[in-house]
């Protein structure tokens, strides 16, 4: 059975950081895309960033480049995402998920087989 579970979220003050891991298991994590998305009250789910099989190649939306990192450690069967010099509008549930690997880094919700439940990210201004 598969179970993504984020764990890290909270409140922190805008130009704080926070880092939110995911912990895999019931998959060959190695085989899978990881990415993360957010989604805001009101607002449809959207990209993040995403991680290839080997660590070698990240994506980020460009609200988020130069102040988030995503990461993974095929050994824990965790994927991080340090968020740095966060803005109120980084405020959403976030959530990981899981693309089995089809030749290329997806950035639809829809290509994404399996989501943990989400964890509450607040940025106060």
């Known amino acids: 059975q598969v179970q993504l579970v984020e764990s890290g979220g909270g409140l922190v003050q805008a130009g704080a950081s926070l880092r939110l891991s995911c912990a895999a298991s019931?998959?060959?994590?190695?085989?899978?895309?990881m990415g993360w998305f957010r989604q805001a009250p009101g607002k449809e789910r959207e990209f993040v960033a995403a991680?290839?099989?080997?660590?070698?190649?990240?994506y980020y939306t460009d609200s988020v480049k130069g102040r988030f990192t995503i990461s993974r450690d095929n050994a824990k069967n965790t994927v991080y995402l340090q968020m740095n010099s966060m803005k109120p509008e980084d405020t959403a549930v976030y959530y990981c998920?899981?693309?089995?690997?089809?030749?290329?880094?997806?950035?639809?919700?829809?290509?994404?087989?399996?989501w943990g439940k989400g964890a509450q990210v607040t940025v106060s201004s």
């Open positions: 998920a899981a693309d089995s690997w089809r030749g290329f880094v997806s950035r639809r919700p829809t290509d994404y087989d399996d």
């Open positions: 019931g998959f060959t994590f190695s085989r899978y895309t």
């Open positions: 991680i290839n099989l080997s660590t070698s190649t990240t």
